[in-house]
């Protein structure tokens, strides 16, 4: 018996046998067929947000960032989306982008622990200590007891709180 193997020719087949790539872990697979399925339909907004996820785990960050970012244009009411865009302009050294994204999620998901803490490291990083402090209390607060911040949260918290608030001395005192 033979059989003939047809190349997929819709967007949907391209997404069935990315997701068949994904399963074998074969991710260069998957991103292929995301490609070509995202050629043939662009505005799949679930599509894009695979795709830069795929991307990012192969630490493709230009294009992991350009995926998630079109997601995101194409489901702007997605806090997950909006927090892994974040995350990509964060590694990728554009703070300004990813604290812009992190705020976005925040919006859509305000009691979004890990939006929070995300966004916390961000303007830590970019030097507005007094605004990471703010972001990382309300991290604190909205889950006290998660496994994803230090143990040694509280402490960090108090570090800051003192740091950021601390005042130079006046010109000629001790």
């Keep these: 018996v033979f059989l003939l193997e ?3 020719a819709t967007a949907p087949e391209h997404i069935a ?10 991710l260069r697979g998957a991103i292929a067929e995301y490609r070509q399925a995202l050629a043939i339909s662009p505005k799949d907004a679930e599509t894009q947000y695979k795709l830069g996820m795929l991307l990012y785990a192969q630490g493709e960050l230009p294009g992991a960032v350009e995926a998630l970012a079109a997601a995101a244009r194409l ?9 892994k865009l ?8 554009d703070l300004d982008g990813s604290i812009a994204a992190y705020r976005q999620a925040i919006r859509l998901r305000p009691n979004d622990a890990e939006a929070h803490n995300a966004l916390g490291d961000a303007l830590l990083k970019k030097g507005d200590r007094l605004a990471a402090l703010e972001e990382y209390r309300r ?9 994803t911040f230090p143990a040694a949260y509280p402490q960090i918290l108090q570090e800051l709180r003192r740091s950021a ?3 130079p001395a006046p010109p000629g005192s001790p």
């Design 86 to 93: 974040g995350l990509a302009r964060y590694v990728s050294g």
């Design 165 to 167: 608030t601390a005042r």
């Design 6 to 8: 047809f190349a997929p």
């Design 17 to 26: 046998r990315g997701r068949e790539f994904e399963q074998k872990h074969d």
């Design 139 to 147: 991290a604190f607060e909205l889950a006290p007891n998660s496994s």
């Design 75 to 83: 489901a702007p009411d997605r806090p997950d989306i909006a927090l």
